[in-house]
């Protein structure tokens, strides 16, 4: 593989394995680049169904934290534990 001239790329960062695996199951449904006019068309083909509609009639505790990313952006990351789980302090 050739370098353009004047362009450097950083090396990339391993994937952790379990993403690895995950990745694997889907990789067949994302198209292999995401440009940024396909970002809106996902977010509408690929949705699921409101979280709450999801957890309906299941026993889980939903709690959302904000996280900073590697520049500083805010990332809502969601936590889903069992109500025992809970109970019991963890």
Do not use: C, K, N, W
């Amino acid at each position: 593989m050739t370098q353009s001239s004047g362009a450097s790329r950083l090396p990339r960062p391993e994937i952790d394995a379990e993403l690895r695996a995950g990745l694997a199951i889907v990789g067949g449904v994302f198209p292999p680049t995401i440009t940024p006019d396909l970002i809106a068309f996902m977010r509408r083909s690929y949705a699921s169904p409101p979280l709450p509609d999801i957890l309906q009639g299941h026993l889980v505790d939903h709690l959302e934290h904000v996280v900073r990313g590697h520049l500083g952006d805010e990332i809502v990351v969601s936590v889903f534990r069992s109500p025992a789980t809970a109970a019991r302090g963890r």
